[in-house]
T-cell receptor, first 112, second 113 residues
């Protein structure tokens, strides 16, 4: 099986712009979660989608949003980018509630 | 809510020596526990998981961990490390029935020849 695929791998944006990141889960996985990784804050949970519905949300401002499509692929969007949004954004998928999450290689977002 | 503490930010060790990476957690509910490894410029790879059952969990690449409920710990061990084990290791916890993971701050394992 192919693993979790995230595109693009690298992105450079400027302050005030918006960005959309994409995640294709492992085939058959219906849950997709997003995490932000920074040197200062570490790994932090953003949100989780299951069957196209957001099931859980972390402590991030409303500029961070996401969605999930009927084929379980997910996108996350960040609007009005700030310098502090520079991070590695990781997507993870799992088969079910009591199954571990499997991560993609991430999208590295740099804000200039 | 849960929290995870990884007591060591860096652990230097010589090749073929044993290693233990420490992890303590705090939670008001029952938990699942995980260890992930991250190599440079990559995502997280699952090493092992504790969901229920035996408290000694074996994972990939010769790693194992023991769940100690009374001490709220989930330490990772390997009897003999290799240069290729050099990476960052993350302990994570989730409430049972929930998928959101809470991660520790990570431990950088540096294996020296």
């Amino acid at each position: 099986k192919a693993g979790v695929t995230q595109t693009p791998r690298y992105l450079i944006k400027t302050r005030g712009q918006q960005v959309t990141l994409s995640c294709s889960p492992i085939s058959g996985h219906r849950s997709v979660s997003w995490y932000q990784q920074t040197p200062g804050q570490g790994l932090q949970f953003l949100f989780e989608y299951f069957s196209e519905t957001q099931r859980n949300k972390g402590n991030f401002p409303g500029r961070f949003s996401g969605r999930q499509f009927s084929n379980s692929r997910s996108e996350m969007n960040v609007s009005t980018l700030e310098l502090g949004d520079s991070a590695l954004y990781l997507c993870a998928s799992s088969e079910g509630r009591d199954q571990p999450q499997h991560f993609g290689d991430g999208t590295r977002l740099s804000i200039l | 809510a849960q929290s995870v503490t990884q007591l060591d930010s860096q652990v230097p060790v010589f090749e073929e020596a044993p290693v233990e990476l420490r992890c303590n957690y705090s939670s008001s509910v029952s938990v699942y526990l995980f260890w992930y490894v991250q190599y440079p410029n990559q995502g997280l790879q699952l090493l092992l998981k504790y969901l229920s059952g035996s408290t000694l969990v074996k994972g990939i690449n010769g790693f194992e961990a023991e769940f100690n409920k009374s001490q709220t710990s989930f330490h990772l061990r390997k009897p003999s490390v290799h240069i290729s084990d050099t990476a960052e290791y993350f302990c994570a916890v989730s409430g049972t029935g929930r998928r959101a993971l809470t991660f520790g701050s990570g431990t950088r394992l540096q294996v020296q020849p």
